[in-house]
């Protein structure tokens, strides 16, 4: 047995994964262990998660992989303040001290941490290598998506020195053969406006995305003053408008005043028809770039098939318009395409491209449905549940699904622990929160209820694969909810004269179709297609609500409040339940409902996390 742990840290999203003869076996980011969001410390939890999943000690791990280069990086970071000095120094001052104490020690502080996994690990053993960032991602796309051949695009806010690149993946080899340097950079662009919309960088990025459809693309013709887009995709950013390289904000007075305000101060202000509408022209231009950027790939090198990673890969709007331009004629996406997944990448490339160990294609992809995390024996549910003082009932698999199927077409919330825990940041039926999505007030209810989130936000549908085309204008499987479709004209409702005149979040409470739950207000959603052979449970509970009520849709979720990590344990779930409106909490083949538990466990989860 050849046994390759990846590692990711000390930027945002922490990860551990394992591959076991090169197949993927196990994966988990740091967060879910932590409960802080994007945890960014030594995924010390989730290496002990995979390893103890294989049944290892670290001693006896083959190869160890970090998913980046630490003296790269920073090389990177002294250059940036030689070429904008004096500029730089504030932030120069700030982050040398932490780089220097730790950073560029990385290797024996790494050797350091994984010491405190098992005594008896040789820091001297020499099997602990380094990846290259945009690698790694390339390799996470690549490797385990279901193409012999492939184009890979990858692109973020920065790794070393690469933000976005593009790559040909063929067997065994990944080659990457393009690369746009910091400091121009698509996702710190799109960071920028972040920042500037009053959102969190690095988390509210999809906020943002949300926000688009309320706004119309009214500042691409500023934007077009800060980037400059070649026709071949490529781009370059005028820093005059940022402070990103030299300061401790995202953009600058130059910046505030070519769109006539400074950044919203999300604490006292509201979201205005201005924010919308620079969402919406944010939107526009990086998927301009990235259309751009995929048609000269497909071009230049022939191939059919692209796979995505990267931050800017999760936005699963972009991808959905690649695919509608039919650039390429299949696409996949690494459904852990932030730094998680860059765990993962580093793996796989030392086993492909280093070691040269061949590479048997799955034709459905080699994620196992993004199902890599932790899971829990109906045992260890019983007995975590009887330890917190939850009241539940036993059922049969069957009984289970009948009773929850019935809840939902009700109107219940629901709160969904099944089986392992997703890799990556999106719910996928393993750890969500379900609801009906032909309610009109289910998406205003779950926000503010159980999410305590903005309203605008939109909810995923899940819908077995097979009715895909039925109810969206594509056929793209999208296992991993990566891919925004329309929905199918004879579904919707058309707008009145009367709604036609409504601005920005107006339109909010507007019945748009026969799913109103799940459809954005342009029509949109981002789809989740549920298939039997990964998650057959979920497949048949969503195949039971279609008995009861004609309708093969779930609203989807991830099952967390805002500002808190997806739940990892049975305890997480049951706190989650007791700190929002949920009604029925279904764990394994434990029922629960809300109204039999002991008042006295109440949480106020409403303060509970840090608003993101």
Not at 175 to 193: C, D, M, R, T
Not at 444 to 459: D, G, Q
């Amino acid at each position: 047995m050849k046994t390759i742990l990846g590692i990711s840290a000390f930027y945002h999203d922490s990860a551990a994964c394992i591959l076991v003869n090169g197949k993927i076996v196990a994966a988990a980011q740091e967060e879910r262990f932590t409960r802080i969001k994007h945890d960014s410390n030594y995924p010390h939890n989730s290496i002990e998660f995979v390893l103890s999943f294989v049944g290892i000690k670290l001693s006896e791990v083959d190869h160890i992989i970090f998913f980046e280069k630490p003296f790269l990086k920073f090389e990177r970071l002294l250059e940036t303040y030689v070429a904008f000095a004096p500029r730089g120094f504030l932030s120069f001052s700030k982050a040398m001290p932490v780089w220097i104490n730790e950073k560029l020690f990385q290797k024996n502080l790494l050797l350091n941490k994984l010491k405190n996994h098992d005594e008896s690990y040789d820091k001297k053993k020499g099997n602990l290598f380094f990846s290259d960032h945009h690698l790694s991602h390339a390799a996470s796309a690549f490797f385990p998506s279901p193409f012999n051949q492939a184009v890979v695009i990858t692109a973020d806010g920065v790794g070393e020195w690469a933000t976005t690149t593009v790559a040909i993946g063929n067997k065994n080899k990944l080659e990457i053969k393009k690369e746009i340097h910091f400091p121009h950079s698509l996702g710190l662009l799109y960071s920028a406006f972040t920042y500037y919309t009053g959102f969190k960088v690095n988390s509210g990025e999809y906020k943002l995305m949300g926000l688009a459809p309320y706004g119309k693309p009214n500042y691409v013709n500023q934007i077009l003053k800060i980037i400059d887009i070649k026709e071949d995709g490529s781009f370059r950013l005028d820093q005059s408008y940022f402070s990103y390289a030299t300061g401790l904000t995202m953009t600058n007075s130059k910046f505030n005043n070519l769109f006539g305000q400074k950044p919203r101060d999300a604490k006292k202000e509201k979201l205005t028809q201005f924010h919308m509408d620079i969402a919406s022209s944010i939107q526009k231009i990086t998927e301009d770039v990235m259309i751009k950027l995929a048609k000269t790939a497909r071009q230049e090198y022939g191939l059919k098939n692209l796979c995505l990673a990267g931050g800017v890969a999760l936005n699963c709007v972009a991808n959905g318009k690649i695919l509608e331009e039919k650039i390429f004629e299949n696409i996949w996406v690494q459904p852990a395409a932030g730094d998680a997944g860059g765990a993962l990448g580093a793996a796989l490339a030392l086993w492909h491209i280093e070691q040269d160990n061949p590479r048997i294609v799955n034709l459905n992809d080699d994620m196992s449905g993004s199902y890599l995390g932790p899971e829990y024996t109906q045992e260890e549910i019983e007995n975590e549940l009887h330890r917190i003082g939850a009241k539940f009932q036993f059922l049969s698999e069957d009984e289970i699904i009948n009773k929850t199927s019935n809840d939902l077409s009700k109107g219940d919330a629901i709160g969904w622990f099944q089986g392992r825990m997703e890799f990556g940041p999106r719910a996928l039926g393993g750890r969500s929160i379900l609801g009906d999505p032909r309610s009109p007030n289910m998406q205003k209810n779950l926000n503010l209820k159980v999410k305590y989130r903005e309203s605008f936000r939109p909810f995923a549908p899940s819908i077995l694969a097979e009715e895909l085309g039925k109810w969206f204008n594509t056929n793209s499987k999208s296992p991993y909810m990566l891919m925004v479709s329309k929905v199918k004209k004879d579904k919707r409702i058309s707008m009145t004269d009367e709604d036609k005149k409504l601005f920005g979040i107006e339109k909010l409470n507007l019945k748009r179709s026969d799913v109103p739950a799940i459809t954005h207000v342009d029509y949109s959603a981002r789809i989740q297609t549920v298939h039997e052979n990964t998650n057959p449970k979920y497949y048949k509970l969503i195949k039971k609500f279609k008995e009861i009520t004609g309708c093969p849709i779930l609203v989807n979720t991830s099952f967390n409040v805002r500002g808190e990590p997806i739940v990892n344990t049975p305890e997480d779930a049951f706190n989650c339940f007791m700190g929002t409106e949920i009604d029925k909490l279904i764990i394994g083949n434990c029922y629960l409902d809300k109204k039999d538990q002991n008042k006295s466990l109440k949480k106020d989860y409403s303060k509970e996390f840090e608003l993101d």
